[in-house]
Every structure is written in C-alpha cells, then in structure tokens.
C-alpha cells in the first residue's frame, strides 16, 4: 500500500479507535482458532465477545463500520490482545470477501443489523441489504474462502408476525409485518440453501425480544 494511503486513510483518528486494515489484522492471525463477529457495537455481538474470551482461547476480531463518531461504548472495557477490531460494513460486498479471504475464520457470528423495526419502513432498501444480501455476501465468500467455517446468523421472531398461536414454534407460518420482520425468513432461507447445497455449517437462530443495558436507546423495551 502506498505511503499516501497509509497516511490518509489509515490516519491518526483510524490507529485511535484501534480499527485495523483487513492487511494490518493479517498481521495479528496466529495458530489460535479465528472468530469473526459482526455488530460487536451493538448488545448481542459486543456481549458474545465478553463470553468468547472468558471462555475460549480464540483469536475474535468484531467487524465494524467505520463512523467519525465512535459508538464503542459496549466494548470500550474490553482490553485483551486475542479482540481486535477490523473494518468491516455489511452493505459492502467487497469488504466482506476480502476479511474472509484474508483471515479464514473457523467461526463467523452474524449480529449485525440493521434491527430497528420501526427504522425498516424508512429505510426498506437499506434494511434489506444489510439483513439479508450481506448475508448471501458472507456466504459465498465463506463457500468460496473458508469452506469449514461454522456460520451463525441473527434470526428474528419478527418473522412470525401477526402470530397464529403462542408460543410460536418452528411449523408457525411466516406472518412479518415489517421490512424488518421480511428480510430475516430471506437471509433465514439463503443460509438453508447453503447448507443444503454445499454442504456448509451453516445455522440460523429465532431471536425473540431480550434485552440489557447495552441495548440501544431507541428500543421500546430496554432494562
Ligand atoms: N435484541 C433483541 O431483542 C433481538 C430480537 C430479535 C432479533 N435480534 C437480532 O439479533 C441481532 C443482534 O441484536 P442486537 O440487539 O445486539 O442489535 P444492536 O442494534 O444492538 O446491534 C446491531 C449492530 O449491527 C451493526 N451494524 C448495523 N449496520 C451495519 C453495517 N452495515 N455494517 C456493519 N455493522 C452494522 C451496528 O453498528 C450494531 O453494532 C440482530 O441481527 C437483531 O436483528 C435481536
């Protein structure tokens, strides 16, 4: 990478957030398993990384967008030398290829989202790229890079909807009422696919509402 680039992009305020270059994070990659872990931001992705390190010796590196105003709060008490953070969007297809490729993870947790409901009907579009095409992206690129990765994906009880009977099981219909509650069965159906025709381990959860201190200020219910 040229000097320029270096002392541009990968400037001052990028090296103070400690988010690493998919190269420099190459340089980190030792003989201990890789997890990558996307929304580590968030409440899910930020405390799967808490139990990670208490519980495994694995090397965890959290995707993250990169944002002028950092919203690290979540992990800020986080200081272990096997978590680091990798530049990482989901709406980016080349971004996802390339941290796949490059650190060959064994496991790959998918909490990132766009997982406000009420945000889906103004922003459909981008909802949908971020819950579910990012997830076609991952894995083909897991298909193609890292074959026996085991995937895990955030599935939602959105799905469910207008519910027919509780508590909802899996043979409950397909009910959503959201853009939200739409793009999860999708990426749900997409990870099926892949498991199915390439043989991958590859799974989706149904998450119902649960939340913690760490959740965002914007949801309804929030401890
Ligand atoms: N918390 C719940 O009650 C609940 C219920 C059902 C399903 N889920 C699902 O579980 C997962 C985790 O939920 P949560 O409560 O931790 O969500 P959260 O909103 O706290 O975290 C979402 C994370 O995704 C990141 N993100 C959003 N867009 C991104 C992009 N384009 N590229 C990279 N990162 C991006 C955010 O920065 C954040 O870190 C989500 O998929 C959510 O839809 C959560």
Redesign the pocket.
Known sequence: MTKNLKETYYGKKIDNANILSVDSAIKKLNEAPVVII????????SLMVDYLLKNTSYQIFG???RLSVF?HKNINHINDKRFSLVN????DSHTISRVIEKLKPSYFI???????VGSSWDFPRQTFE??CL?VLDILESIRLYANSCRVYQ?????EFGNVSYTPQDENHPLKPRSPYGAS?PSARQLIKVYRDSYNMYAVQGW?????GI???EEFVSRK
Do not use: I
């Open positions: 996307t929304g580590v931001t968030g409440q899910d992705g995707g993250v967008r919203n990482f969007d989901l709406t998918n909490f990132a989202a766009q997982s406000f971020t819950n990012s955030a599935g939602s009880s959105e999860k998450l119902f509402n649960h939340e760490r959740r965002g």
